[in-house]
């Protein structure tokens, strides 16, 4: 593994590099992924390298690449944004941008080992998250979580020549822990995900990670 920070059964979250840039392009530019996001811009690489940059400095979030743990292929990224300190919620997404690797449940891993870093590191006492109407497979990876639908904001985003609702979601930590407490905790088996902390136990000390984050407006939340 690169580099880990949260480790799970099948994947890893790591911190973005430069050099991951020119991965993401393709996958930010692609329509059938960005339908599912609030991208709407073409983008190129200095755009992504700008992003990450901005990212390791700004407060308030952090984005993680998603690797395999067999090739340390990266395929995706997930993120909390807007975090709020005083009220403790953040909201969250996630990118799966390997469509070869669509439908394998990574998607779901990584949003429980992002649930669960959330509320027992970060101390958040719910974590929101915005679905575009017609995107299925993110929601059934959400609900399989513990995200429950608290409302929708109607006709909220206009995209294909069309509005479309957006279905707001979220999940409070005490029903987090009791989804736990009744053994059904998706992607990380009940156990606590393996932090860079517990990984140097094994391997030795390890360089302290940046946060990553990014703004609102060029966030790659899934909707």
Request: charged fraction near 30%.
């Amino acid at each position: 593994m690169k580099n880990p920070f949260l480790v799970g059964e099948r994947i890893y979250l790591r911190p973005l590099e430069r050099e991951d840039a020119a991965i993401f392009v393709p996958w930010v530019n692609d329509p059938e992924i960005t339908r599912n996001l609030i991208l709407y811009r073409p983008m190129n690489r200095d755009v992504e390298e700008e992003f990450i940059a901005r990212a390791s400095k700004e407060q308030g979030g952090m984005v993680f690449g998603i690797a395999l743990k067999k090739d340390d292929r990266l395929i995706g990224n997930t993120a909390f944004h807007a975090v709020h300190g005083k009220d403790r919620h953040a909201g969250f997404g996630i990118l799966i941008g390997d469509k070869t690797e669509w439908d394998r449940g990574y998607g779901t891993e990584a949003t429980a080992l992002m649930v669960e870093y959330g509320f027992r590191t970060l101390n958040l006492n719910r974590i929101w998250l915005h679905v575009y109407e017609y995107n299925a497979r993110g929601r059934r990876a959400y609900e399989k979580v513990g995200f429950q639908v608290e409302g929708t904001l109607r006709k909220h985003c206009f995209r294909e020549g069309a509005y479309w609702d957006v279905i707001v979601m979220g999940i409070l930590r005490d029903e987090w822990e009791r989804k736990r407490g009744a053994g059904s905790s998706t992607g990380t088996k009940g156990r606590a995900p393996r932090t860079r902390s517990s990984l140097a136990k094994r391997s030795g000390p390890a360089k302290r990670p940046r946060p990553r984050t990014r703004s609102a407006s060029r966030s790659r939340s899934s909707r």
